[in-house]
């Protein structure tokens, strides 16, 4: 099929999915017309379209577990470039972008390498940070907290920016991470399609498992793109979520880590 001189389903590398079908790649199952997927169907079939409109602005979750398919890494992250520059090419056809303009002709390219290598890099469990832990030698009892960390996350219902901040603090069961590698825990689990509760969850529980310790505490402070560029189209509110653990369960100890995260931020 070709739409303004572009095939529609030949990637600029000059493959091909029925090329992939053939070389025993394929598709993993993935059906072209959007019915199915590896024999599940797919929701958006089944759904009406006020169903689908109410559970995306309920921004709710299923799990805590980012939803994936049990074949997510059959494909390697080229032949998945591949894939969604074929159909984010046949998006832009629909929508009736002339993609012989220089400035449009690469974007389902350019949109594929980012999807895979950059926004939702943390879909894939070998991109995951390798904490770096040290003794306490200092015997610091006291609890850790990184405030300001930046989150740049997706909302996996309109797949449009949720962007914001994160306060992290911790207190040591004998060992230390370091600190830039909390950053990295928030980076990792943001780069991926997200609901703001699942992603406060995954960093809290992640820390934990790191740290071997209940004592962690998780904010995210964030502005849905999906409520301010759409639907209600509120430019002002942002939402916060909150996840306390162990001795941050109590009273004095949440609201003393609530004090550090209200101070002002000290500006270079």
Do not use: W
Request: aromatic residues 6%; proline residues 4%.
């Amino acid at each position: 099929m070709k739409l303004n001189g572009i095939s529609s389903n030949t990637p600029s590398n000059g493959h091909s999915s029925t090329d992939a079908q053939h070389d025993g790649r394929a598709t993993n199952g993935v059906s072209h017309n959007g019915s199915s997927v590896d024999g599940h169907s797919v929701a958006c079939d089944c759904l009406t379209d006020e169903l689908v409109d109410e559970i995306g602005d309920a921004h709710g979750t299923s799990s805590i577990d980012t939803p994936m398919r049990p074949d997510a890494f059959n494909l390697d992250d080229d032949f998945k470039i591949d894939l969604i520059e074929e159909h984010f090419r046949e998006i832009m056809n629909i929508l009736g972008l002339d993609l012989t303009d220089d400035s449009l002709k690469g974007s389902p390219r350019r949109v594929a390498k980012m999807y895979v290598n950059e926004i939702f890099s943390g879909l894939n469990p070998a991109n995951k940070p390798t904490p770096t832990l040290f003794d306490n030698k200092f015997r610091y009892k006291e609890m850790l907290v990184e405030k300001d960390i930046i989150v740049q996350t997706y909302c996996e219902h309109h797949f449009v920016p949720i962007i914001g901040k994160s306060h992290v603090a911790y207190i040591s069961s004998g060992k230390v991470i370091g600190l830039s590698k909390l950053n990295r825990v928030v980076e990792y689990f943001s780069k991926r399609p997200q609901v703001q509760e699942r992603l406060t969850i995954q960093i809290a529980e992640e820390l934990k498992r790191v740290l071997e310790t209940d004592d962690v505490a998780v904010i995210i402070d964030a502005k849905h793109l999906c409520v301010s560029t759409r639907g209600v189209r509120d430019i002002n509110s942002s939402t916060i979520t909150s996840s306390y653990g162990g001795k941050f369960e109590e009273e004095a100890t949440r609201q003393e880590f609530l004090r550090y995260v209200a101070q002002p931020s000290i500006t270079i």
